[in-house]
């Protein structure tokens, strides 16, 4: 996006069904899935920002090549279904996001990142990006990246649950948060109904990510990011018998009450910050370099600033 743009969208304090089919574009050679923002819903608790990714095969192919590039005031969650990307960062942190292990970095005050497919990998990808926006109270934080391994299974009725960020029933995963929030994986077993219980306070969202699921009368389709509002104690998810188990993505939060402004890979307040923050990038200020990759580092595109009224 070449003009910044002001989030703005009231949380649904009710129980709702909105179905937001993603909208599909490319990372470089990565085709991707754009489920968050969307024009009618910017944010699910303070998720700001999800691409999926995948399933794919490839060979001699590096579908994620994704060069240095800043981000401020978000944190990145890198969580897979399938496959391998490698992260290396300005202030040395490397980790390699697989099944089960998730990257999370904090951009706070400012970070630059490289993400790629690595040499070694198995041919396949699936897998979401999103991206967490810091409240004002922390969005200058020390920038910092963590990945974790070992996250807490919580069994349903049902399925099973992998809590790979904030709090989920009794479990929290370790990932630093900064607001409440929950990012889970669920899985359903195939035996019986899918029973996820969940806060009321927070709105949540739900993104199917393999086999076939149902909630009331609404069969979820691949691709789209359900919105379910705030209200609810469970939600329940009938699983369709077939030869893929199903599972999806559970994002939400208290909702983010502050008003965000989000411009190519920065999450902002002001116009005035973001032309700040891309000059200190070009400049090469602030964001330092990211050593272990090996090529030149992305240019901001131009900025123009662009008041965009809020509904
Ligand atoms: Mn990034």
């Not at 999800?50 to 579908?63: E, I, Q, S, Y």
Request: charged letters at 20%; a negative charge.
């Amino acid at each position: 996006m070449a003009t910044a743009e002001r989030v703005v969208c009231e949380p649904s304090r009710e129980p709702t069904v909105e179905a937001y089919p993603g909208l599909a574009t490319d990372l470089g050679s990565l085709p991707i899935t754009r489920l968050l923002p969307r024009s009618r819903r910017r944010l699910v608790g303070p998720w700001c920002f999800l691409d999926a990714f995948g399933p794919l095969r490839f060979d001699a192919t590096k579908p994620v090549d994704v060069p240095p590039h800043p981000h401020i005031g978000l944190q990145t969650v890198s969580w897979l279904v399938e496959g391998e990307i490698l992260h290396n960062d300005s202030l040395k942190g490397t980790g390699l996001a697989r099944p089960g292990v998730v990257n999370l970095m904090t951009a706070g005050h400012g970070i630059a990142h490289s993400e790629e497919t690595p040499a070694q990998n198995g041919g396949r990808l699936a897998g979401v990006q999103l991206w967490v926006a810091l409240p004002d109270a922390h969005r200058e934080t020390t920038p910092s990246f963590e990945q974790n391994g070992d996250l807490p299974q919580v069994a349903l009725d049902g399925g099973t649950a992998v809590v790979f960020l904030g709090s989920f029933a009794d479990a929290t995963a370790p990932g630093r948060t900064f607001s409440p929030l929950v990012g889970v994986d669920l899985a359903a077993s195939g035996t019986g109904p899918l029973c996820v219980p969940v806060d009321p306070e927070f709105e949540h969202a739900l993104v199917p990510l393999a086999g076939s699921l149902t909630l009331g009368s609404d069969r979820l389709e691949a691709r789209t990011l359900y919105y379910l509002g705030r209200g609810r104690t469970d939600i329940r998810l009938e699983a369709d018998a077939g030869v893929e188990p199903a599972r999806a993505l559970l994002l939400g939060g208290l909702p983010f009450r502050e008003s965000v402004l989000m411009w190519w890979n920065f999450v902002a307040r002001t116009n005035e910050e973001i032309v700040a923050a891309r000059d200190d990038w070009e400049a090469g200020r602030r964001f330092g370099e990211v050593l272990a990759y090996a090529g030149p580092r992305l240019a901001a595109p131009p900025f123009v600033a662009r008041a965009v009224p809020g509904r």
